[in-house]
């Protein structure tokens, strides 16, 4: 109820213009009990927040269950699914957007979820498409390189400012070339370079 109520709020009068005060009217309870629940309005805000990248995710996995055709495809429809959802929040939605961005400034982990999330994601994709081509270590190594490089893809901020061009555009290509590139790879090297920690 209070994320609902929140959500509300944020959507029609952005994060910066509510009061933990408004959102605790909304919800029929005092400030006080408010803080009961959440530390402050930043946790409200990262809990609404985690909400809405909790259903985007949801949309890719439903476009990627959907789609035709082998692992380029799949790749492609899981980030071409995350640029039209966050470039939909942007048009549709700009305050939920903002929030977004304002937590993930001041919540480092909320930033982890999101590449964290997507990664999960990809793995599914190539444990599921990959047979014998992936071992186990492989598909790691391969999830954690594919991410790295689809970061103008994943990022909301790089998505709302958009710095190499029109993203939807160069998501099959980039795909074709991490794959065939990862597939004909034998070398060791490929897991020193994909360790988690790498930042985006």
């Not at 109820?1 to 959102?23: H, L, N």
């Not at 005092?30 to 805000?45: C, E, F, P, Q, T």
């Not at 790691?140 to 490089?149: E, F, H, P, Y």
């Not at 710095?163 to 020193?192: D, E, H, I, W, Y």
Request: charged share 20%.
């Amino acid at each position: 109820m209070i994320v609902a109520a929140a959500r509300s709020r944020f959507k029609r009068f952005g994060y910066a213009k509510t009061s933990m005060k408004e959102i605790a009217e909304d919800c029929g309870m005092s400030v006080a009990n408010l803080y009961r629940y959440h530390d402050g309005k930043l946790a409200i805000g990262a809990a609404v927040a985690a909400a809405e990248q909790a259903a985007l995710f949801a949309e890719c996995e439903l476009a990627v269950a959907a789609a035709p055709g082998g692992l380029v495809t799949k790749l492609a429809t899981l980030f071409h699914a995350l640029i039209d959802g966050t470039h939909r929040q942007i048009k549709s939605t700009p305050l939920l957007f903002e929030l977004g961005m304002t937590v993930a400034r001041e919540q480092p982990e909320h930033r982890q979820r999101i590449l964290q999330g997507t990664e999960v994601r990809i793995a599914g994709i190539l444990a599921a498409d990959g047979g014998e081509a992936w071992t186990a270590s492989d598909a790691g190594t391969a999830s954690r390189l594919i991410l790295l490089a689809s970061a103008p893809f994943v990022l909301p901020w790089m998505l709302q400012t958009q710095p190499f061009g029109n993203p939807r555009a160069q998501v099959t290509p980039l795909m074709k070339c991490l794959v065939s590139g990862l597939l004909k790879s034998t070398s060791p090297g490929l897991a020193a370079s994909a360790r988690p920690g790498n930042p985006l």
